[in-house]
């Protein structure tokens, strides 16, 4: 089970997922160039509007070098939408049997969400070692993350929600943090004024902090 793409580590290199939510699927492309070209090669397309679906297709197609993936992923047959329409990996707020068979049987790389000792064991025991730490601030954040390190030593983290500019190199810089994920890159507003320009500066600044991380 643990040699299935499901349980794979997703193929980008940034350590800043930026997590979106497009209304307009005119959006998608411009948006994705705007983050490659500030130094971040990843975005997480959430499914919480109904131009999520077409979005993360249009990415796929116009900008193959962005790693697109489907955030907000609650139901099983979703899995396999995301996965048709072009995202290379999948992350869910929570996690389920039906959720972790969906992805096994789609062959997607996918990091279900976890929020207690109890659910990170059953991730685990279900093969994955990198799972989103969700809402990572009402978990306990970065003493949530440390107390962890100690008994399941062996878990990797994406925390999402309560991450930004001003904290991500304190989150970055523990032994078992990945990657980080939050929307300050790509915050609704730039998105409707199609301000590309000032999202390619948040990009840029969020990858230096990154890469300066420890």
């Known amino acids: 089970m643990t040699t299935n793409p499901c349980f794979s580590r997703p193929p980008f290199q940034s350590r800043v997922v930026p997590v979106i939510v497009i209304t307009d699927v005119a959006q998608a492309v411009p948006l994705a160039r705007a983050l490659l070209a500030g130094g971040v090669d990843v975005m997480e397309i959430t499914l919480r509007h109904a131009a999520g679906l077409p979005a993360i297709e249009a990415v796929a197609k116009a900008v193959p070098e962005m790693v697109v993936g489907a955030g907000t992923v609650t139901q099983a047959q979703e899995l396999a939408q995301v996965r048709d329409a072009g995202a290379k ?26 929020m207690t000792p109890g659910e990170i064991m059953q991730a685990r025991e279900w093969g994955f070692r990198l799972a989103k730490l969700f809402p990572a601030a009402q978990a306990g954040g970065l003493n949530m993350l440390k107390a962890l390190h100690g008994p399941l030593g062996d878990m990797q983290f994406c925390p ?50 990154a890469q300066s991380s420890p």
């Open 89 to 114: 990996f999948a992350l869910s707020p929570g996690m389920t049997e039906s959720l972790v068979r969906a992805a096994v049987d789609a062959r997607l790389p996918f990091m279900p969400g976890v």
């Open 160 to 209: 999402t929600g309560g991450i930004s500019a001003a904290n991500l190199q304190e989150f970055l810089a523990l032994p078992n943090v990945a990657m980080v994920g939050g929307s300050w890159i790509t915050p609704p507003q730039l998105l409707a004024q199609a301000d590309w320009a000032q999202v390619e500066t948040l990009a840029r600044e969020s990858s230096r902090l």
